[in-house]
């Protein structure tokens, strides 16, 4: 959907389309269920989760396949984003200033594009974090019909789903915490597609700079 | 396969104590299997399928006396028989052994399992899947160091031999024991059936040719309930496999063990640490005051 056919509120300008927010939805519902079905059988502390989540065993049948949902969005996003999530100059530059950015002096950053350097390094961990998770999972999928001989590919699968799932878990406390949290419209703008400009001109300099220049029609 | 009479010392996916955990004090039940006395008929593969009122399933011939490669999530107990020519004369030995859960002493299936209560062991050192309570992951199969438990394909739950819990809770042998026509199966407490095994494996040493004659018992896995008088203890393997120092797997220890209590940490440490950065650090702007001053234009 492009920026006309949608309606942007004085002031705002369009940061998600539709299609972008509808895979980044499919992806976060598929994956707080494989969270919360996956730590049920992480930890006997947790495995009361599975039994509210429909019995432990529909939770065992299910994950898999929200699984496979999930990879889909996250893959869908590949294909949307990743030529955005290039490495440049900047991000190092970033990368250097980023204890301003984690003791919220923003005004010390260099620019950032459409997204930050931060956001590029979490992009690319949940990528392959959820490729490993995908490759070790379909491993697990069917215990039944492993045979002996290549039972070790499966106890070392079960090694590689529990280390990426850890790994991505990492990345998602932060990603929940600088979206819900941390960074003020962050959040709105993956539900409404906009942000305010005093938002992008803040977080997103080099994009604000960018989008301003492509449109014919200067925003006020 | 829940059994009333037996106390449980141990349950898988459990979090917090075991309940009744050292209320009894029972005796380990140990099976003395001898295999120089075994004569491969099987009767004890029948008597099983019957006391556990197995459905029949398809067997297949390549050709010798193994009627299937393999135990089967429906068939707990098989003879593996094997022809091995010994180095030292030449001569040939036909070796048989009866193959089921060894009922380990540290059960890599429990370790493994992360439904609460889908594997017990018993006071009395049996261990047992309960299948209600299974959720058919399949970490049981990777756990074992024997490649015993099975999974049913159609419902998605694992078998393996009971070392058949509900006759011994009612004082009785396993039903294999009682069908055992040389009298090669032996049943009793641990502490007897290691003395009878012992005395077994000195007879063949001193009185055969069976220089290397020993009890199989093996120390990795703390022990097990099911043990074997070997011909040749050396070399567990020429027996149909039989691991000569079975452990449960490193890597599933390392997951039970070290990463999970990293994964702990790191994720309540993480939830502890932005919680803190939060309070003291805020969020970067607050959208009304900050970045839009004096309200949404
Ligand atoms: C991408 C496709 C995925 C597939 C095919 C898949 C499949 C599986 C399978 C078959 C298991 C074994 C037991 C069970 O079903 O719970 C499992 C366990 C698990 N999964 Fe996934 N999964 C996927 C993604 C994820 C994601 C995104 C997470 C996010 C945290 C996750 C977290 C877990 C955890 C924590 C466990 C338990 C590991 C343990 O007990 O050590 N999985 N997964
Ligand atoms: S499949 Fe094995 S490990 Fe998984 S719940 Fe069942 S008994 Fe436990
Ligand atoms: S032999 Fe395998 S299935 Fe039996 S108790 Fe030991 S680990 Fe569990």
């Not at chain 1, 999530?85 to 003791?103: F, G, I, L, P, Q």
């Not at chain 1, 990492?170 to 942000?195: K, N, P, Q, T, W």
Request: net charge positive; aromatic share 12%.
């Amino acid at each position: 959907m492009s920026t006309s056919e949608q309606i942007i509120p004085h002031g705002h300008v369009l940061r998600y389309t539709l299609k972008e927010r509808l895979t980044h939805w499919v992806a976060a519902v598929a994956y707080i269920y494989l969270l919360m079905t996956g730590l049920a059988f992480w930890s006997p502390w947790l495995f009361w989760v599975a039994v509210i989540l429909g019995g432990a065993p529909v939770s065992r049948m299910l994950h898999p396949w929200a699984g496979l949902i999930f990879f889909a969005a996250v893959w869908n996003m590949y294909v949307m984003w990743a030529p955005q999530m290039k490495h440049t100059d900047v991000d190092k530059a970033w990368w250097k200033a980023v204890r301003y950015y984690s003791t919220n002096q923003d005004d010390k950053m260099p620019p950032a594009g459409r997204y930050n350097a931060g956001q590029k390094f979490l992009f690319w961990g949940f990528f392959w974090g959820s490729l490993l998770l995908l490759l070790s999972g379909v491993v697990m999928w069917s215990p039944q019909y492993f045979a002996w001989h290549s039972l070790i590919a499966m106890r070392i699968a079960v090694l590689v789903h529990a280390s990426a799932a850890l790994f991505t878990i990492g990345l998602f406390l932060i990603h929940i915490y600088m979206g819900v949290f941390a960074e003020r419209g962050a959040l709105s703008s993956v539900i409404h597609g906009d942000v305010s400009i005093a938002f992008a001109k803040r977080y997103h300099p080099g994009w604000y700079k960018e989008i301003v220049g492509q449109s014919s029609t200067p925003r006020k | 396969m829940s059994q009333a009479t037996l106390r449980v010392q141990k349950i898988s996916g459990h979090a917090g104590t075991v309940p009744g955990e050292g209320t009894q004090r029972e005796y380990t039940v140990c099976k003395l299997i001898d295999t120089t006395t075994c004569i491969g008929c099987k009767a004890c593969e029948v008597a099983c399928m019957e006391w556990n009122d197995l459905p029949f399933g398809e067997t297949v011939f390549d050709n010798t006396y193994q009627t299937m490669p393999e135990t089967r999530w429906n068939y707990w107990n098989l003879i593996l028989f094997n022809e091995h020519v010994r180095e030292d004369d030449g001569s040939l030995m036909w070796l048989m052994r009866k193959n089921q859960c060894m009922h380990c002493a540290e059960p890599g299936c429990l370790a493994a399992c992360p439904a609460d209560g889908a594997i017990v062991q018993y006071t009395n050192g049996i261990v047992d899947f309960q299948q209600a309570n299974c959720i058919g992951c399949g970490y049981c199969i990777t756990g074992c160091p024997f490649d015993i438990p099975k999974m049913n394909p159609k419902t998605h739950r694992v078998f393996k031999c009971t070392l058949c819990a509900d006759r011994v809770s009612e004082g009785l042998e396993p039903a294999c024991i009682k069908s055992c026509p040389t009298g090669c199966l032996h049943f009793g407490s641990k502490e007897d059936m290691k003395f009878l095994a012992e005395g077994r494996a000195k007879q063949l040493r001193e009185h055969s040719n069976h220089p290397n004659a020993g009890v199989y018992d093996p120390p990795g896995v703390g022990g097990t309930g099911v043990i074997y008088v070997l011909h040749d203890a050396t070399k567990p393997e020429i027996y149909g496999g039989l691991p000569k120092d079975p452990h449960v797997p490193w890597t599933v220890k390392l997951w039970k063990g070290p990463l999970k209590w990293l994964g702990n940490v790191a994720m309540v440490g993480g939830l502890i640490g932005l919680f803190v950065h939060y309070l003291r650090y805020g969020p970067k702007a607050r959208e009304e005051e900050d970045i839009n001053p004096g309200g949404k234009p």
